[in-house]
């Protein structure tokens, strides 16, 4: 019997339909076609290097931290940890070849991604340019005004009844400014609800130790436990990652605290150059080392007041 397989109309995002083609399918028939499609379009090696090489760049740049993921699975878990859904309004900083940002404009999020590098902005773009899930701003993240970004976002979702009051932070950050990452994002409970983020498992592990008793404890430490409850979730191995980083990585999720929930200080800003004073005197006794903010007998009676001894 002779048998002849026509050619399927194009399933593309962006086709629009020719008269010549055949009638559409039933509606759920569409979207197992569209789930099957994502499964097999999944980005791993071949996927990252046929998109670096589309604009010409053949080595991701070490002065910017590249190093872009290659298995799905492990953006599915960063989607998955952060709960994001429809509807979501989520900032992913550094987006590279875009395949977090695929998974999660997939779940339903409406995507900002700030990328540094105007070669990847640009791949991206094009890459999503036909939905209207995804804007793209070319800046350092480092510099960006988040809040003017956001703002008129949520305003315009929530005006409409859709349901975001705050965003989301996803991101397979470059390894070389976490902490400055970290510091500028996690003050922002007003506007974010929590941040998931794939860092060196080295920093992520002492991010998320909030033990008092270790010589590691920072003044980081103190930071991220004053805005935020961090956890730390799993180990990614470097393995991953394209090209092959010297450290293996970890996902950590902050849970942003409202500014009701900080601890009660008079100052934020006040109390973390006090304990920055504190940690820069650490083989000091405190009375000495924080002199210069107040004399030497209400730190001693600060001390006590507290339960400890006026030599620690």
């Known amino acids: 019997m002779l048998s002849l397989t026509l050619p399927s109309p194009s399933l593309h995002p962006c086709a629009r339909p020719r008269l010549s083609d055949p009638p559409r399918p039933p509606l759920p028939v569409v979207v197992a076609a569209a789930a099957s499609r994502r499964k097999r379009s999944e980005d791993d090696y071949h996927t990252t290097i046929k998109s670096l090489n589309s604009k010409g760049r053949h080595t991701p740049r070490k002065s910017l931290g590249q190093h872009y993921m290659l298995n799905s699975s492990i953006n599915e878990e960063l989607s998955n940890v952060a709960g994001v859904e429809e509807g979501d309004v989520v900032m992913e ?17 409406t995507v900002i991604a700030v990328e540094k590098d105007p070669h990847m902005a640009t791949l991206v773009r094009d890459r999503f340019g036909c939905t209207d899930q995804l804007v793209v701003l070319q800046e350092d993240f480092t510099k960006c005004h988040i809040h003017s970004h956001l703002n008129s976002l949520l305003e315009n979702k929530n005006s409409v009844g859709i349901k975001p009051r705050y965003a989301k932070v996803v991101s397979n950050i470059p390894f070389n400014i976490s902490t400055d990452v970290v510091r500028q994002l996690l003050p922002m409970g007003d506007i974010f609800s929590e941040v998931v983020l794939l860092l060196q498992d080295e920093t992520a592990s002492r991010l998320a130790d909030c033990s008092l008793r270790t010589s590691e404890y920072r003044p ?5 436990n004053f805005y935020s409850d961090p956890e730390y979730k799993f180990k990614v191995e470097r393995t991953n990652f394209f090209p092959q980083p010297n450290v ?8 942003l605290k409202q500014v009701l929930d900080y601890p009660p200080v008079a100052s934020p800003k006040s109390f973390f150059s006090m304990v920055n004073s504190a940690f820069n005197g650490k083989r ?29």
């Open 248 to 255: 293996d990585a970890a996902v950590i999720r902050f849970k």
């Open 93 to 109: 900083i550094g987006p590279g070849t875009g395949s977090l940002t695929n998974v999660l404009i997939n779940a339903g999020a």
């Open 284 to 312: 000091k006794m405190l009375r000495r080392s924080l002199q210069h903010i107040c004399p030497s007998l209400e730190i001693e009676a600060a001390l006590k007041n507290v339960g400890l001894p006026v030599t620690v």
């Open 220 to 224: 980081i430490n103190i930071f991220v």
